[in-house]
């Protein structure tokens, strides 16, 4: 971290990207159409892949592969998740690496989270494969791809339709260089250090949310628990109102 960080001036710009990040979040939470994929490493060295999205983006997809009366409670949903993730995202370092997934855990909200350890990460990268085909259903989906471990450039890329939802990356001098047509953007000294205090903050949350005590909870989502039945008719499966 630069020794300027509490500088008044670096504190207005780091504020400025926290904010731009909580922003783009919160607007992506109730788009269908918009994802992020966040690659990082905590203090410990221990990778994790997150994905975020809105609840009905979610729901849009599984209801597409499964069908509507796949599910009936939150965590027969959850369950469809994990099985579409594990089928549809693949990580691979080095063109023989195959990263290997731990289990996932998905936390259902507006905004809507997996969250992943990885392993197998090899000590030196040289190249990295990323696929994403989690929302390629939706149209116009869009998923920012940040990449935010020790050792490896900071770079932000977007998948879409025109790139199949797929990266295909080698590193030379520094810096990752494209094999396939993809938006990429270098990520500014504000949108680095807010990405790492969202990180963070996701995993003091992730934690605290999953606490044996709250295990117990038959329901530990709040946008299934707001639910209203309708009335003189009895609910067959579990959904939420569009926002």
């Keep these: 971290m630069s020794t300027n960080f509490f500088d008044t001036k670096a504190i207005r710009i780091n504020c400025i990207g926290i904010m731009f990040l909580f922003t783009s979040i919160s607007i992506q939470a109730h788009q269908l159409d918009l994802s992020t994929v966040l690659i990082s490493q905590d203090e410990k060295g221990k990778c994790f892949l997150q994905i975020y999205s809105s ?8 209801d597409y592969k499964y069908s509507m009366n796949a599910y009936k409670t939150p965590e027969e949903f959850r ?4 099985e579409h993730f594990k089928k549809n ?12 997934f731990g289990k996932p855990i998905v936390l259902l909200g507006h905004e809507t989270k997996l969250v992943v350890e990885l392993f197998g990460f090899p000590e030196n990268i040289r190249s990295m494969y990323f696929k994403n085909k989690m929302f390629m259903n939706t149209p116009h989906n869009q998923s920012s791809l940040i ?17 199949k939802q797929e990266i295909d990356l080698v590193l030379e001098n520094g810096k990752w260089q494209s094999n396939t047509s993809i938006l990429n953007l270098s990520m500014a000294p504000f949108l680095f250090w807010g990405s790492v205090l969202v990180l963070l903050l996701s995993i ?6 999953f606490k044996p005590k709250r295990e117990k909870l038959p329901f530990n989502c ?4 707001v639910l209203k039945p309708q009335p003189k008719t009895q609910l067959t499966k579990i959904k939420v109102p569009p926002i």
Aim: aromatic letters at 10%.
């Design 222 to 225: 709040v946008s299934f628990q």
């Design 55 to 62: 609840l009905s983006a979610f729901e849009g997809e599984i």
């Design 204 to 209: 003091i949350l992730l934690f605290r949310r």
């Design 89 to 100: 995202v693949l990580f691979i370092c080095n063109e023989k690496d195959t990263l290997k």
């Design 79 to 82: 369950a469809l998740v994990i």
């Design 147 to 163: 990449v935010l471990k020790k050792g490896l450039p900071n770079q932000l890329y977007v998948l879409n339709d025109e790139n």
